[in-house]
């Protein structure tokens, strides 16, 4: 018998548990176990036989690992239809997570009981491909057209209550191994050999649009609702031959690629949280506007004390309601009770107006106004006021953190902690490394954005870190585009069109125009030798004060809750090309795109010549969970290396022949597309 799979026979039944710590993933040695219990227990001549997992998981799906390669026998299908044309009845004892390929073993037993803790789902869809071993068609057969609906085309992953109440498990027990030993099996066909469920062409249309609307331009959900189609028409044998083989062609897929790509390398970045260090219980935040109530909330989220530190009284209340509105949406939207809300707003904050009597804590993050000499006395405050082992963080988006340090005590023990917005939900953190930042101290906030459940992502010290460093260089490119003849809804729109999230310019709608503005002031674009200023940005804030949404009008006009391009703005961009002279010409949107990217990914290769950032995948992972580019297509970096790193070199060489200012070709760039190399492997 194989190590991952245990086989244990007595009183007429065979146990068959699935042991491959640490989730039971189905790998080729589960797989060859599984048939091989199968057949002995048949051998025995077994009255019953029970599939559990061992440890906290059932089956938690295929060894995404094995994806990259040909598929190796024996098959998940054919384990399943064994399962399911198997002489006595197999019962699923669901011990934990039923997921991907494990749901799928358990969709082909003849019954299936699940602890109160299990979570059942067919994720596949998250990773590009779709169920490959009868999900699609035995989901269906067991709960219904609508329910398999629901689930498979958006990779939802529902509890044990959930999956009672709608018939995908038969019994929810403590101790299922037990429950599934004795279960009497209803006087039922096999899954497989139910009748087909009724064909509801209305459901399938909504979840046509639906998936559309969640996922556009991602081809598994759709392949998903094609497939629970054709469970309705086809034979099981049919249906499973056609399930496979879409599995198939997807699994080789650019889209299947990338979201692998991305899974492995945010399990990587959240792995790094999992190293031994002191555990954060007490927090100082200074500044408690958009970023410091958020950072706060989510510091109260898993248990730490925080102190708030604002300037005065009024700033005080103003925090406070700040905290209290992120309470009271999570009561809105069903998160926490009222009571609990207001008792952990009262038991795990403390507010105060300067730095009188601070708590001895463990970490103290600093959110205050973009401004390096209100960092600074921030910082000798909090020096003066804190233990020299209290970390000291800073949330800056573009100061020099190796600035804000001078003259701290122990500036080993400072870094960046650099959240995003909204910090309580957005997953991503950029890590910075200071100059002088030492070991422990990464240590101990990695660790802190692993309890806080944050992807985190290491940086060097630079403008803008990875993130919004490549955001001003893909937006200057687009402002470039402007004045050569684009115009702002058009780029947006293309953006789109390649998968972004949002456009360029509806984004500074939504964040304000004044920060973008700031930043360029602060970089002295406009009198910078060697650069290619465009004053459209500059002058849309100047004269006509449209600082973007929460003025009421941007680079759009915005009424009535939509954006609508504005004649203004349009005529000021016009009139910026005839001034400089430049007669505008038509973009199509494939060129806009293929410039825009270009410009993401000559900067990304410029972070990663620098070591500002470690590894490709960490720039990815910075653009899709805090910019919006589509995981799909795995992040710049990943996505330059599917199109070719001569191709993306190519079309810098050409922009740069012809605008010497705005483009030029980072050295790295130039060495991997010589050496054929593709990001991932610099
Ligand atoms: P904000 O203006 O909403 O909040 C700043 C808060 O700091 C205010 O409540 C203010 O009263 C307080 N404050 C100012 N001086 C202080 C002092 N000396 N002591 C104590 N409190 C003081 O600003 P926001 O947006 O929260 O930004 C804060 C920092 O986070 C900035 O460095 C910003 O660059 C950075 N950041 C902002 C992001 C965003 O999307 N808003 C994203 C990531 C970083």
């Not at 803008?464 to 937006?475: A, H, P, S, V």
């Not at 406009?526 to 600082?547: C, H, N, Q, S, W």
Request: proline letters at 6%; one cysteine or more; a neutral charge.
């Amino acid at each position: 018998m194989s190590d991952a799979v245990h086989l244990s026979l007595a009183d007429d039944i065979a146990l068959i548990t699935i042991d491959n710590p640490p989730v039971n993933v189905a790998s080729r040695a589960v797989r060859a176990g599984l048939m091989m219990a199968l057949d002995r227990a048949e051998a025995a001549g077994v009255a019953r036989v029970v599939l559990t997992g061992a440890g906290k998981t059932f089956v938690a799906g295929a060894d995404a690992k094995e994806f990259s390669a040909p598929p190796r026998p024996p098959h998940l299908p054919d384990i399943a239809n064994r399962i399911e044309s198997f002489p006595v009845p197999v019962v699923a004892a669901i011990n934990g997570a039923a997921l991907g390929g494990g749901l799928e073993l358990a969709l082909a037993c003849a019954a299936r009981v699940a602890a109160p803790r299990a979570t059942l789902g067919l994720p596949e869809v998250t990773l590009g491909v779709v169920p490959g071993a009868g999900g699609t068609q035995r989901l269906p057969r067991l709960v219904g057209l609508e329910q398999a609906l629901s689930l498979i085309p958006e990779g939802r992953v529902i509890g044990a209550a959930e999956a009672l109440r709608i018939g995908l498990v038969d019994a929810m027990t403590d101790d299922p191994v037990a429950a599934a030993r004795i279960l009497a099996l209803p006087d039922r066909p096999a899954t497989g050999a139910r009748p087909a469920p009724a064909c509801d062409p209305v459901a399938i249309e909504a979840a046509r649009k639906q998936a559309a609307r969640r996922s556009p331009q991602q081809i598994a959900p759709q392949r998903a609702i094609d497939l629970i189609e054709a469970a309705v028409r086809l034979s099981l044998a049919e249906g499973l031959a056609l399930e496979r083989q879409n599995f198939l062609d997807l699994k080789t897929g650019d889209q299947a690629a990338a979201l692998r790509y991305v899974f492995f390398a945010e399990r990587a970045a959240m792995g790094q949280g999992k190293a031994q260090g002191a555990d954060v219980r007490s927090a100082v935040v200074v500044g408690g506007g958009t970023m410091g109530a958020g950072i706060a909330y989510a510091l109260a989220g898993i248990g730490v004390t925080v102190t708030l530190v604002e300037t005065d009284a009024a700033a005080v209340e103003r925090a406070r309601a700040n905290i209290a509105r992120l309470f009271d949406d999570a009561v809105k939207r069903g998160k926490a009770s009222a009571e609990r809300a207001a008792s952990d707003m009262e038991r795990l904050f403390t507010f105060r107006a300067g730095y009188d009597d601070l708590p001895p804590v463990d970490i103290a993050i600093e959110a205050v106004f973009e401004d390096l000499s209100i960092k600074r006395q921030v910082f000798a405050a909090l020096d003066a006021a804190l233990p020299e082992t209290a970390i000291l963080a800073t949330n800056t988006s573009y100061l020099d953190p190796d600035r804000i340090t001078e003259g701290l005590r122990n500036p080993t023990r400072f870094l960046g902690l650099h959240f995003f917005s909204p910090a309580h939900v957005m997953k991503l953190v950029e890590v910075i490394r200071a100059r002088d930042t030492g070991p422990e101290t990464l240590v101990t906030a990695l660790r802190l954005a692993a309890r806080l459940r944050k992807i985190p992502v290491l940086a060097g010290v630079c403008d803008g870190f990875i993130g919004n460093r490549i955001l001003t260089r893909y937006r200057q490119c687009c402002d470039v585009m402007l004045i050569e003849g684009a115009l702002p809804a058009q780029i947006d729109a293309a953006m789109r069109g390649f998968g972004l999230a949002m456009g360029p310019y509806e984004v500074q709608d939504l964040s304000g125009l004044d920060i973008a503005y700031a930043n360029r002031k602060r970089l002295g674009w406009k009198t910078m030798p060697g650069f290619r200023y465009i004053p459209i940005a500059d002058r849309i804030v100047e004269e006509t004060g449209r600082l973007g949404r929460k003025t009421g009008a941007g680079w759009y006009d915005h009424t009535g809750g939509k954006a609508v391009s504005s004649a203004l703005i349009d005529g000021i961009v016009v009139e910026e090309s005839a001034r400089a002279g430049i007669v505008r010409r038509r973009f199509t949107d494939a060129e806009i795109v293929a410039r825009a990217t270009a410009a993401m990914v000559e900067e990304g290769f410029r972070i990663l010549g620098e070591r500002i950032a470690e590894r490709a995948a960490d720039i990815d992972l910075v653009m899709i969970h805090g910019y919006g580019f589509p995981r799909w297509r795995g992040g710049p970096m990943h996505w330059a290396g599917r199109v070719g790193l001569s191709e993306i070199l190519r079309r810098i060489e050409g922009y740069a022949a012809e605008d010497p200012l705005s483009w030029s070709v980072p050295d790295l760039l130039a060495r991997a597309a010589a050496e054929g190399k593709t990001p991932e492997e610099l």
